[in-house]
């Protein structure tokens, strides 16, 4: 398996931008599909991006709440997955994890039972 570890998240004003980032150990990310999910108080963990490996072009796929918001991308030289959040919402206000699977699953999924790895999540509150 892989270790994942994220950071980045904070307290920002409704409109304001924070960079989330995910960090993994081994020297096989490259291989590894990787997303961002969140889970608000007394909600389900829901899907918010997702970013396929480099051989597949680094295709990209965003839930309908963000899109044209968040952007993620990804940088296999320092094993790290970014999150560049914009305009937040408060209803943007939950806490993120990183996720990853080494499995061949085109587009990238959406489910969390697609993903083995997980962080253990960063913080992200966004005030009105």
């Known amino acids: 398996q892989v270790q994942l570890v994220e950071s980045g998240g904070g307290l920002v004003q409704a409109g304001g931008s924070l960079r989330l980032a995910c960090t993994a150990s081994?020297?096989?990310?490259?291989?590894?599909?990787m997303a961002w999910f969140r889970q608000a108080p007394g909600k389900e963990r829901e899907f918010v991006a997702g970013?396929?490996?480099?051989?597949?072009?680094?295709?990209?796929r965003y839930a309908d709440s963000v899109k044209g918001r968040f952007t993620i991308d990804r940088d296999n030289a320092k094993n790290t997955v970014y999150l560049q959040t914009n305009d937040l919402k408060p209803d943007d206000t939950a806490v993120y994890y990183c996720?990853?699977?080494?499995?061949?699953?085109?587009?990238?999924?959406?489910?969390?039972?697609?993903?083995?790895?997980w962080g253990q999540g960063t913080q992200v509150t966004v005030s009105s």
């Open positions: 970013i396929l490996h480099s051989v597949s072009g680094k295709t990209t």
């Open positions: 996720a990853a699977t080494a499995l061949p699953i085109l587009p990238v999924p959406t489910t969390t039972t697609a993903y083995r790895d």
């Open positions: 081994g020297r096989t990310f490259s291989n590894y599909v």
